[in-house]
């Protein structure tokens, strides 16, 4: 994959249009092969629906110390083959995975960001299609998510209010992947709370999930919020105040939640690729 101008132009205008690939990355010799040797992996069974960008950026877990639970590296991709994992790590002919088809992803070199991107509620994270003008200017995790016009409302009204929320939260019922489009954990219980026009849903995912239903929800024990349209642009007010009610109703968001702890249902990615 060829870049289409040069990195300095690229990352002088950062303009929304540059795709960005974040990734996770939970041990420290895939993040070592990256910086020495230029390519990272991504499992064609779990590679989200589309892996075009031009930069690959990391998410790193808690295996990095004062590093983790951020987003630091990124790198401009260079070409993407499609190769065995037997052939990338030859040293590990008998993994279980080792006949598994690979997206070897060759990249440049790494470039620490400015303002590494935390999670504040340290998330496992797979994915997160994204912009490099985003990459650059997030504050944290949940900046990086590219959502619907009412999405991108809601975000900005719950960071405003200060209603502490995540963004694009997986998901699994048996065999089934949902996706939630903001999510509180709380001491007593669970708030989804959906935008009811979709947004561009999953293009991140690597369990390919589909919107979740209000009645899935429920059935699974959460308290769930559906905000139409019309509420999210003539009374956005009023939508976070239901907000704050509901989440008040199960107790509130502990300030000490650690998500890479919360397994009940909740998605959290983090096999040895």
């Known amino acids: 994959m ?3 101008q ?16 974040v990734a996770i990355v939970n041990n420290q010799r895939d993040l070592g092969i990256a910086r020495r040797e230029g390519w990272y992996r991504i499992p064609v069974k779990c590679a989200p629906r589309r892996l075009g960008a031009e930069y690959l950026a990391f ?12 987003v630091s590296y990124y790198a401009p991709i260079r ?10 790590l030859p040293q590990e002919p008998d993994h279980p995975r080792a006949a598994d088809w690979y997206y070897k992803i060759q990249i440049g070199s790494l470039r620490r960001l400015p303002c590494p991107v935390p999670s504040h509620r340290l998330r496992r994270i797979t994915f997160i299609p994204t912009t490099l003008a985003r990459l650059l200017s997030a504050q944290e ?6 959502g ?3 999405e991108e409302r809601l975000w900005d009204a719950f960071k405003e209010n200060e209603i502490e929320v995540e963004r694009r939260v997986s998901l ?5 992947a949902y996706l939630i489009d903001f999510a509180a954990c709380c001491r007593q219980g669970k708030v989804a709370i959906l935008c009811a026009e979709a947004g561009p849903l999953g293009e991140g995912s690597a369990l390919r999930e589909r919107p979740a239903s209000d009645y899935e929800l429920a059935a699974a024990g959460w308290e769930v919020l559906r905000f139409s349209r019309q509420q999210i642009e003539h009374s956005l007010h009023d939508c976070m105040a239901l907000a704050k009610q509901a989440i008040a109703r199960q107790g509130g968001v502990p300030q000490s939640l650690d998500w890479s702890q919360t397994t009940d249902g909740i998605v959290a990615p ?3 690729w």
């Open 148 to 150: 619907s016009e009412d």
């Open 79 to 88: 070409r993407v083959h499609l190769v065995q994992r037997v052939d990338l």
């Open 172 to 176: 699994r019922e048996g065999d089934e």
């Open 270 to 272: 983090g096999e040895d």
């Open 2 to 4: 060829q870049e289409s």
């Open 141 to 146: 995790i949940n900046d990086l998510w590219l």
């Open 6 to 21: 040069s990195d300095w132009q690229v990352e002088e205008v950062a303009p929304e249009t540059v795709p960005v690939l």
């Open 59 to 70: 998410y790193q877990t808690k295996a990095f110390d004062e590093e983790a639970w951020a």
